[in-house]
């Protein structure tokens, strides 16, 4: 589910790739393997830096459908959300660079991902994507976007992505 290599230079790259499926989704066993590769690269003495990729055509597609349909414990989906927060926090202040690899789309909680790294590179792709679907089902990003994309982008751009999707 994640790919994690280190190569000589001590480059760890955690790369997604979720078997069965045609796009990564974000759901309680991608987020934890993600989270459980990304500790890792981040106690590793010999890792410098971390990318975090995608072995699929797309990056990350957001939350899982099939997730969020059968959810019926809003504590726990607090709860999640709040590990997914805290790692995000951790890959921001961990003191090790890491970069996004964005080779397609790269939406909802995707696109979150990528703002919470230190770098994001995007692929040459005219099919490529990013943005914040849920806003158009009147949800907001949970996962920092809010304060994230103005802070990266300014409050005007951030402000289409965050109304429009």
């Not at 290599?5 to 997604?16: F, H, K, P, S, Y």
């Not at 997730?67 to 809003?74: F, P, Q, S, V």
């Not at 040459?124 to 907001?140: C, H, I, M, S, Y």
Request: with cysteine; net charge negative.
């Amino acid at each position: 589910m994640i790919n994690y290599n280190v190569d000589a230079e001590g480059i760890a790259t955690l790369e997604w790739d979720l078997p069965g499926r045609s796009q990564n989704v974000l759901n309680e066993e991608t987020m934890a393997a993600f989270a459980a590769a990304a500790q890792k690269a981040l106690a590793d003495p010999a890792v410098r830096g971390i990318v975090v990729a995608s072995a699929k055509a797309d990056f990350i597609a957001g939350g899982d459908l099939d997730m969020l349909l059968k959810a019926t414990d809003a504590q726990a989906m607090s709860d999640n959300l709040k590990l997914w927060h805290k790692l995000f926090r951790t890959l921001e202040t961990a003191g090790k660079p890491v970069a996004a690899a964005l080779n397609g789309a790269t939406l909802g909680g995707g696109l979150e991902l990528a703002l919470a790294c230190h770098y994001r590179v995007a692929a040459d792709n005219p099919k490529a994507r990013f943005g914040f679907p849920e806003v158009t089902l009147g949800l907001l990003p949970g996962a920092g976007g809010t304060q994230r994309a103005p802070r990266l982008m300014g409050i005007q751009p951030a402000l289409l992505f965050l109304t429009e999707g």
